[in-house]
């Protein structure tokens, strides 16, 4: 059992800032990728950032994001965080977290989604 859980999600104004962590936990033996997808109302569920979990690391965006969201990790926690700065009301969006992590039992690797974090733009 593998839970993904996400914290950090609230309402803000334009151009101001927001901090989403996300945190892989249960029988996990390794994680593969943690990233974060976003939905808004109407809309299909899209990538935001991923973090890939090689040795060094590599990253994702969506062009839609770069140059003001950063993701970041924290191994010893298993534990991705999604930094936003200068916001648009077009991020408003629920905000899921998507890990993929290897089971201690040697499948994977296998998907797994957490509940969300609403994170509304407005003025």
């Known amino acids: 059992q593998v839970q993904i859980v996400e914290s950090g999600g609230g309402s803000v104004q334009p151009g101001g800032s927001l901090r989403l962590s996300c945190a892989a936990s249960?029988?996990?033996?390794?994680?593969?990728?943690m990233g974060w997808f976003r939905q808004a109302p109407g809309k299909q569920r899209e990538l935001v950032a991923i973090?890939?979990?090689?040795?060094?690391?590599?990253?994702l965006y969506a062009d839609s994001v770069k140059g003001r969201f950063t993701i970041s990790r924290d191994n010893a926690k298993n534990t991705v965080y999604l930094e936003m700065n200068s916001l648009k009301p077009e991020d408003t969006a629920v905000y899921y977290c998507?890990?993929?992590?290897?089971?201690?039992?040697?499948?994977?690797?296998?998907?797994?989604w957490g509940q969300g974090t609403q994170v509304t733009v407005s003025a």
């Open positions: 973090f890939t979990f090689t040795i060094g690391g590599s990253t």
């Open positions: 249960g029988s996990i033996r390794s994680i593969n990728s």
């Open positions: 998507r890990g993929f992590v290897t089971l201690r039992s040697g499948t994977g690797p296998v998907g797994y």
